[in-house]
Every structure is written in structure tokens, then in C-alpha cells.
């Protein structure tokens, strides 16, 4: 099905907040896949990292893991997170187009940052916090970067038709009709 001509629960377009297919999931059920195969690739690039800093620099394993896991997740959250639609064509094996991994890279640049953000806080505070209170605000500041990052997929970036709003198409040249002017005047 086109994703422009997908229809509400009641048929009409757009009236809806209900999944309009049945691979669509619903808010819930998006969550707790994002959280599994976000997760589960975050415990594989740290994993990955780790075996490439036998290899390479530091540096140069981190950003080569970001780039190819930020890939991937956005993949996997199309196909399953959000259920995104088919694949369009021309895409190979990738069923994102480029303003997809862009948008979802952006949103993986501001959760890090938030969460480096916090721990730059934190040490301000605080010359020699305690690994408690370190894991506390990391894992705090990652599960608040979490959920917004998780909105703004659910919402923009991977948001179909019917959950956007419909633009406003304005027409300059047209001259209004007599009732619509006395309409507005009154």
C-alpha cells in the first residue's frame, strides 16, 4: 500500500490516531522494540569497539562502530521499531533513503550529547563523584536522551502520511469570493 493513501481505522484519512495496518505497531509495542534492538546493537558496538582497539586507535574504532551501528539501527528500527512500509525501490538492501539516516544520526548526535552534557555537569559539581553517583546521572541523562530520541523517530523521522499533518496549500492568485470575503469581515 502507498503510504499516501493509507486510511484510518474508520476510513477516513488522517482522523485517526489508530495503526492503519497491521504491521503498523502501536506506541507501546514501538517502545519496547526500540528498546531491544537499539539495546541489543548498543551491546554489540561496545563489543565491537572493543575488539577493534586491538587493531586500530581508539578514535578511529569508535567513530567506524557509531557510524556502521547508527546504519544499522535505523535500519532495524524501519523494518520492525515502526513497521515504516516496503522497501521503495532503488534503495539496494536498504530500506531508509539518506534523509532517514541523516534524521536518525541527528537524533543519535543529540542523545550523545545530552548524555556528555550531563557528565561534564556532574564533574563541574563534583570533582571525584562516586561510581554510583556516576552510572546514577549517565544512565539517567541516557534513559531521558532514550525517550526523546525514541519520540522524535516515532513522530518525525519515520512518522507515515497519516500521522503528519497535512500541509497548508496557500494560493496567492486566487481572488476570494464575495461570501468569503463578508465571511471574514464579520
Given at each position: 500500500m502507498d503510504r499516501g493513501s493509507q486510511t484510518s481505522a474508520t476510513g477516513a484519512p488522517g482522523t485517526s490516531s489508530a495503526p492503519s495496518t497491521p504491521n503498523t505497531p502501536g506506541a507501546l509495542a514501538s517502545f519496547v522494540?526500540?528498546?531491544?534492538?537499539?539495546?541489543?546493537?548498543?551491546?554489540?558496538?561496545?563489543?565491537?569497539?572493543?575488539?577493534?582497539?586491538?587493531?586500530?586507535?581508539?578514535?578511529?574504532?569508535?567513530?567506524?562502530?557509531?557510524?556502521?551501528?547508527?546504519?544499522?539501527?535505523?535500519?532495524?528500527?524501519?523494518?520492525?521499531t515502526f513497521a515504516s512500509g516496503?522497501?521503495?525501490?532503488?534503495?539496494?538492501?536498504?530500506?531508509?533513503?539518506?534523509?532517514?539516516?541523516?534524521?536518525?544520526?541527528?537524533?543519535?548526535?543529540?542523545?550523545?550529547?545530552?548524555?556528555?552534557?550531563?557528565m561534564l555537569v556532574l564533574h563541574a559539581f563534583a570533582s571525584a563523584p562516586g561510581l554510583a553517583v556516576e552510572q546514577t546521572v549517565y544512565l539517567s541523562a541516557?534513559?531521558?536522551?532514550?525517550?526523546g530520541r525514541f519520540l522524535a523517530l516515532r513522530l518525525y523521522v519515520f512518522a507515515t502520511a497519516r500521522e503528519q499533518p497535512a500541509p497548508v496549500a496557500l494560493d496567492l492568485h486566487r481572488v476570494p469570493t464575495r461570501r468569503e470575503l463578508l465571511t471574514t469581515a464579520s
Open positions: 522494540r526500540f528498546a531491544i534492538f537499539g539495546g541489543g546493537v548498543g551491546l554489540t558496538s561496545s563489543a565491537a569497539v572493543a575488539l577493534l582497539t586491538a587493531f586500530l586507535p581508539f578514535a578511529l574504532a569508535n567513530a567506524l562502530v557509531s557510524v556502521v551501528s547508527t546504519i544499522l539501527a535505523t535500519e532495524l528500527h524501519a523494518r520492525f516496503p522497501r521503495p525501490a532503488g534503495h539496494g538492501l536498504l530500506r531508509c533513503g539518506l534523509r532517514h539516516h541523516l534524521q536518525s544520526a541527528g537524533t543519535a548526535a543529540a542523545a550523545f550529547s545530552v548524555t556528555t552534557l550531563a541516557s534513559a531521558l536522551a532514550g525517550v
